[in-house]
């Protein structure tokens, strides 16, 4: 569980950076693709009635591609491995967020990227991993 924890506080520092510069290099063309992502990955949660790590990843990797920054992307693409490898004991955690509170997070994150606002976009994917860091330590 404390490796969990540790990793979580490194991929919520690697993230929050991706979205800053998301944040600063987003065009209008990647803002429509990142907004149709978050539509088909909220329909999804929805439909599948659970928080599925792998439908969630899918805009957290869309932030690290709007990075644009190939060091960051190595970085937290390994770490990302090092959580898929870990899956079989975070599976319990798809079920204990609530698919309203991914939607309302990464809705939070979007708009701040669209606003061209890093502080804010750190802001919410702060708060967004924060969550998950939270559940870790309760023992749950």
């Known amino acids: 569980r404390y490796y969990l924890i540790e ?37 999804n949660l929805f439909r599948l009635g659970t928080t599925r790590y792998s439908q969630e990843e899918k805009l957290h990797l869309k932030y690290l591609e709007l990075a644009d920054n190939q060091y960051l992307t190595k970085v937290l693409s390994h770490q990302l491995e090092s959580l898929d ?7 319990h955690l798809i079920y204990l967020h609530r698919i309203e509170d991914y939607v309302r997070d990464h809705g939070n994150i979007i708009r701040a990227i669209a606003n061209h606002d890093p502080e804010e976009a750190q802001r919410e994917m702060c708060r967004h991993i924060q969550t998950t860091i939270d559940i870790l330590k309760s023992g749950a």
């Open 85 to 91: 490898l870990m899956f079989e004991k975070l599976q």
């Open 7 to 43: 990793l979580y506080e490194v991929r919520q520092a690697l993230d929050m950076k991706a979205v800053a510069l998301a944040a600063q290099k987003a065009t209008e063309k990647q803002m429509e693709e990142l907004t149709d992502l978050y539509r088909e990955v909220c329909a």
